[in-house]
């Protein structure tokens, strides 16, 4: 397992853009897939966006398609969720997760894939 520390969560209006960054701990990332995931108050824990660490191969849920983008910031060594034209329905807790996927060319989507998580930043969006 890695460790990984979220960063960027805030309190905007609909309409605005937020900027997450994911920073893991530990060498090797070339053979992982990065996500992130998010929950809301009262409901399961849904899947948003994945990335190989090379970037190569990514995967988002439909709901976020279009708005938000995952990659890494090579200089910050960081795996990024930029989030823009945000909506009410946005707003949750949003947790990094890793797993180590060797040179398989799928990104999971499911959050029992991923065995390293955050601790998580909340993204509140009001309207």
């Known amino acids: 397992q890695v460790q990984l520390v979220e960063s960027g969560g805030g309190l905007v209006q609909a309409g605005d853009s937020l900027r997450l960054s994911c920073v893991p701990s530990g060498r090797g990332f070339s053979m992982y897939t990065m996500a992130w995931f998010r929950q809301a108050p009262g409901k399961e824990r849904e899947f948003v966006a994945a990335s190989r660490w090379s970037g190569d191969y990514k995967n988002y849920a439909d709901s976020v398609k279009g708005r938000f983008t995952i990659a890494r910031d090579n200089a910050k060594n960081t795996m990024d969720l930029q989030m823009s034209s945000l909506k009410p329905e946005d707003t949750a807790v949003y947790y990094c997760?890793?797993?180590?996927?060797?040179?398989?060319?799928?990104?999971?989507?499911?959050?029992?894939?991923?065995?390293?998580w955050g601790q998580g930043t909340q993204v509140t969006v009001s309207s």
């Open positions: 997760a890793a797993r180590r996927s060797g040179f398989s060319t799928i990104v999971r989507s499911t959050a029992r894939d991923y065995d390293s």
